[in-house]
């Protein structure tokens, strides 16, 4: 029987370095270990290539190569036949590879020897295995499409954006015993993603941000491609990431105002997988461990396949309210106390409660608009379907998921335990509740 390529995928993540054997043009054979075969496809893998050594010379020689890989657990010897194809120094693969490399660096203490130069893709043209004694295979840990279908069918229980994403979280930790997640929605225009929801960490971390190509989540989000990882990676660490990010566009002097983003101290496992509609990226879905390799190919696919029903779902959603009627202007209610200063920061919409930051950006503008309203017009009603037309938003587009920002803005209030409060009213309406007199104050 042929043994395809994907059924011992778990022999690729390098537990045990594999090593491959080249000839150089008078026949002299090479053989050097590999720190990386990452499968692409079941017809072809990519090889790291790191240096240009004897190996190289002699795939650029005669294209033709032979790699040899053992299962970490039942100790299965296969041989696989190669030829080479062409190398790749940008593109998915070569994001995975290089995340997955400075996560290996980083776990042996090689992170200023090892750099990726290219992922050298390759045509399986056979597979052998080789004879010998073996260990009986564990059982796997859980049925992943079980669980895949529980979770689909808690998602449909759920129309509402909010009640979905903690649902999901909470069928990620109940389903496939993962309990540090968060989901990152996609501001395309400003190029971040700011954290809508999380669980398993002690602060929420809602309205926290990172830049698109930063970290294991910025890289899976621009490169629309999962990004795992089975040893904790110094270089692709989030909080790292984040603080670099500031300091090269030269906002390092205000990391204090920085929401700070909710994560493991040193995550040994992580996967951040795109949540797509289509082709469009809408955010990401971040998984982490303490455990090394915690998280296998086949834990990849099932979660993949979750997040791209996720994805559809938060369209539906964001569809529904789009339809919603616009809400009435209401009646002011009296709020007594002292009145709490709502200072705007035009350059960044950036918004603070007497000296307390909350929010920025455009959950910010929308905050912005709500008191505005509040305070010049008595409004406390309003509809998701009126926000997302109001030009003082400046939402990126209509297709824009204000409620996720909506979400974010409600949980910063309540953390904050602020005076102001949003609380839904119905499917795309919610009212605002105000507790003490409001002084609104733009700062340009």
Avoid: W
């Avoid at 930790?173 to 993603?193: K, P, S, T, W, Y």
């Avoid at 505005?372 to 400046?394: C, H, M, P, Q, T």
């Avoid at 824009?400 to 953390?415: G, P, Q, V």
């Amino acid at each position: 029987m042929k043994i395809r390529l994907e059924s011992f995928r778990d022999c690729l993540d390098g537990a045990v370095p594999g090593n491959i054997a080249t000839a150089a043009p008078d026949g002299t054979p090479n053989i050097a270990y590999l720190s990386q075969v990452q499968y692409v496809d079941p017809e072809r893998v990519a090889l790291s290539y790191q240096f240009f050594n004897t190996t190289r010379r002699n795939i650029l020689a005669s294209p033709y190569a032979k790699v040899a890989v053992i299962d970490p657990i039942t100790a299965a010897h296969y041989r696989l036949s190669l030829q080479y194809l062409r190398t790749e120094s940008e593109g998915p693969v070569f994001e995975i590879m290089k995340a997955k490399l400075a996560g290996i660096a980083s776990h042996t203490g090689m992170s200023g020897v090892f750099r990726l130069l290219g992922s050298d893709i390759y045509r399986v043209l056979d597979i052998e295995r080789v004879p010998g004694e073996t260990l009986p295979a564990p059982l796997p840990r859980q049925n992943m499409l079980a669980a895949l279908r529980a979770c689909a069918e808690a998602m449909r229980a759920h129309s509402d954006l909010e009640a979905l994403l903690t649902g999901v979280l909470a069928c990620l930790e109940n389903q496939f015993d993962i309990r540090h997640a968060m989901v990152l929605m996609l501001d395309a225009a400003a190029g971040r993603l700011y954290t809508v929801a999380s669980r398993g960490y002690a602060a929420s971390g809602a309205g926290a941000e990172i830049a698109l190509g930063d970290g294991v989540i910025g890289v899976a989000a621009r490169e629309g491609t999962p990004i795992r990882i089975g040893h904790f990676s110094a270089e692709y660490s989030y909080g790292r990431a984040i603080r670099e990010s500031l300091r090269r566009s030269g906002h390092g002097a205000r990391i204090e105002t920085e929401i700070p983003l909710p994560g493991l101290a040193e995550a040994r496992s992580q996967l951040a997988v795109p949540i797509r509609a289509g082709a469009r990226v809408l955010g990401v879905l971040y998984m982490e461990s303490p455990q090394d390799q915690r998280f296998g190919y086949d834990d990849e696919d099932a979660l993949v396949t979750l997040a791209s029903q996720l994805g559809m779902a938060i369209q539906l959603a964001q569809q529904v309210d789009a339809d919603e009627i616009e809400a009435a202007v209401e009646a002011p209610q009296a709020a007594p106390g002292p009145t709490v200063v709502v200072r705007h920061y035009a350059e960044n919409d950036s918004v603070f409660l007497d000296d307390d930051y909350l929010i920025k950006g455009v959950a910010g503008a929308i905050f912005c608009a709500l008191v505005r309203d509040y305070i010049e017009r008595g409004r406390v009603s309003f509809s998701n379907k009126a926000l997302r037309l109001d030009r003082r938003i400046r939402l990126p587009d209509l297709s824009d998921n204000l409620e996720a920002r909506l979400i974010l803005l409600a949980r910063r209030l309540a953390e904050r335990k602020a005076c102001v409060r949003i609380e839904k009213t119905g499917r795309g309406r919610f009212e605002l509740r105000v507790d003490r007199p409001l002084q609104l104050v733009d700062i340009e």
